[in-house]
């Protein structure tokens, strides 16, 4: 069974604060992983991440994969109110259906 | 494009109630799924499509049906509803193939069974 864990579950920091989200993964046949933000509605898309050591950055954020070691990271630089969300991790793995295994999700909260 | 959309978005249930939540795209996407969503469990799978006919069981499929008769629907239906199935409900789409999994949500169905 795929398994996705994220830590830590909950983090609060203060506006300018750069934190790091982690999701390690246990999957058959992996194909890719996925970061989700999700702002009390529907989850948003931020990257996919298929290849290891290869950065995705879009602004502040930015993720990295460890196809080796098994997890990925979620850096925000520069942290702002607005970053404060539910970061969502997810793998795709095993056939080409459309199956994503989630993680429990990070609670960021960013204090002015 | 109106993606993908969700009704009812808020709905009460009495125990052994039934009802369908609707689930439409209008992107053309041939995988659709359904998630459920509680505090600190993330989004489970509860069933999902590969295409108009094909359906599959997903995490947590039990007490839960689905059917795909067309390309744009995915409707899920509660059989006799349960307190433990109160959560928030998401649909799911995206295109066929490997290119990219990344699934577009609709906005929700909060769901409490009394």
């Known amino acids: 069974e795929d398994k996705v864990v994220q830590s830590p579950l909950s983090l609060v920091v203060h506006e300018g604060d750069t934190v790091t989200l982690n999701c390690s993964y246990e999957?058959?046949?992996?194909?890719?992983l996925l970061w989700y933000k999700q702002e009390k509605k529907a989850p948003t898309f931020l990257f996919m991440l298929?290849?290891?050591?290869i950065e995705k950055k879009s602004g502040r954020l930015s993720s990295i994969l460890d196809k080796k070691e098994l997890f990925s990271i979620l850096n925000i630089t520069a942290t702002q109110t607005g970053d404060s969300a539910v970061y969502l991790c997810?793998?795709?793995?095993?056939?080409?259906?459309?199956?994503?295994?989630f993680g429990q999700g990070t609670i960021l909260t960013v204090h002015p | 494009n109106a993606g993908v959309t969700q009704t009812p978005k808020f709905q009460v249930l009495k125990t052994g109630q039934s009802m369908t939540l609707q689930c439409a795209q209008d992107m053309n996407h041939e995988y659709m799924s359904w998630y459920r969503q509680d505090p600190g469990m993330g989004l489970r799978l509860i069933h999902y499509s590969v295409g108009a006919g094909i359906t599959d069981q997903g995490e947590v499929p039990n007490g839960y049906n689905v059917s795909r008769s067309t390309t744009e629907d995915f409707p899920l239906r509660l059989l006799s509803a349960a307190p433990s199935q109160t959560s928030v409900y998401f649909c799911?789409?995206?295109?066929?193939?490997?290119?990219?999994?990344?699934?577009?949500f609709g906005p929700g169905t909060r769901l409490t069974v009394t």
């Open positions: 298929t290849s290891s050591g």
């Open positions: 999957v058959t046949n992996f194909r890719s």
């Open positions: 997810a793998v795709k793995g095993g056939t080409s259906y459309g199956k994503l295994t």
């Open positions: 799911a789409s995206r295109p066929g193939g490997s290119s990219s999994y990344e699934q577009y």
